[in-house]
């Protein structure tokens, strides 16, 4: 035994007159065989509290099967050309919590309300977007990964639905729709939100997708200067309930710094763990921003945390994409089809 407790080798040379023989340490593969150990417990140590996490995050925050899909169809599915194999689907969500049987039943209830359609191959099933279900996930996802409004002109987009115009079961859906877009209720027939020029398609769009663009009007307008004691910005407060915006963003805030801290240190990432991270941190989100008005910053509430939540998820959606990307790849490419190239836009979500 060589000092250090490294082993000896021993080489005979003979010419059969005489013998030499040549004993050395064998440091060099002992030393190559610890560091490969050691590179393998620190890629296990990296991953330990990333799991941890996701276990965590599933178990306190159970995310409902379809909404889920939405949010993966959306964000990692829809860049790829909006067309997925339902057996690709299964295996890309089964990492998030959701079994072949969710997934198949999600999948059935999307393409009831027209969100995706099925092309079946044989024994197999294409499922793709729908014209209407891609107009909806870009209207949806162009809020998601748009920086919030700062610069504001002072006017608003109104919609104007008169009681005898529409059914109730069609101002129902209205009040619901626009409340998606950001509109509040002024007053059961009156919906407002602060205009801005990318808006205006939104509305048109929704309008026509319910059939009632005939029977509703839309304007802009600004407050009529030194008329009247009350502004439309007093408003605010009665049409959106900004203290549980507030809180949901709050809640998102304390979810996520952790992780985000995880990933900014990590040497490396695990391709799945950055998937399933970057879907969870989406889907949250995609939630606490459908119930956003996207106030500018003079009509926001003092402590409006809707910046703060937007800089860790383009922080942290950055330093998980490329792993994401990959594993979305890995799992979806097959013998006979190759996932299409990204988008261009993919990599300008969330602007600074």
């Known amino acids: 035994m060589a000092d250090g407790g490294a082993q000896n080798k021993t080489i005979h040379f003979c010419d059969g007159q005489r013998n030499l023989c040549i004993t050395f340490p064998v440091h060099a593969r002992v030393g190559a065989s610890a560091r490969r150990a050691a590179l393998a417990r620190r890629s296990l140590s990296a991953r330990e509290p990333i ?65 995706i359609e099925a092309r079946p191959t044989g024994r197999r099933s294409l499922y793709r ?10 209207h949806a996802y162009r809020r998601i990964y748009a920086p919030p409004a700062s610069v504001w002109d002072g006017t608003w987009e109104i919609v104007l639905a008169p009681a005898a115009a529409l059914t109730s079961a069609e101002r129902d859906r209205l009040r619901r729709e626009l409340g998606w877009e950001g509109f509040g209720a002024i007053a059961s027939s009156i919906f407002a939100r602060p205009a801005h020029d990318h808006h205006a398609p939104e509305v048109a769009d929704l309008l026509r997708a319910m059939r009632v663009e005939q029977r509703v009007v839309v304007l802009r307008a600004s407050e ?52 399933v991270v970057r879907s969870l941190l989406i889907h949250a989100f995609r939630r606490v ?41 890995a799992t979806l490419d097959t013998a006979e089809e190759s996932v299409p190239p990204a988008a261009r836009s993919l990599p300008r979500r969330f602007p600074r």
Do not use: M
């Not at 909006?82 to 999307?110: C, F, Q």
């Not at 977007?129 to 870009?138: D, N």
């Not at 710094?257 to 240190?265: S, W």
């Not at 809707?306 to 979305?328: F, H, K, N, P, S």
């Open 51 to 115: 799991s941890r996490w996701i276990e965590t995050e599933l178990r306190r925050h159970p995310p409902r099967a379809k909404s889920l899909v939405v949010t993966v169809w959306g964000d990692a599915i829809a860049p790829h050309g909006g067309a997925v194999w339902l057996g690709s689907l299964i295996r890309l969500l089964a990492p998030l919590g959701l079994n072949e049987r969710l997934v198949r039943t999600s999948v059935y209830r999307l393409a009831q309300e027209g969100w």
């Open 289 to 329: 921003t459908l119930h956003d008005p996207g106030l500018p910053d003079r009509l926001a509430p003092p402590g409006w945390p809707a910046r703060d939540a937007y800089v860790l998820c383009r922080d942290l959606y950055r330093l998980t994409r490329r792993g994401a990307e990959a594993y979305l790849v």
């Open 129 to 138: 977007l729908t014209a209407s279900g891609r107009q909806r996930f870009e």
């Open 224 to 275: 009529a200067p030194k008329v009247g004691s009350r502004s439309l910005d007093d408003y605010v407060r009665d049409c959106w309930n900004l203290l549980r915006v507030a809180s949901e963003y709050r809640a998102l805030l304390a979810r996520f710094r952790v992780i985000a801290e995880y990933f900014r240190g990590a040497r490396s990432v695990d391709a799945e763990q950055a998937f």
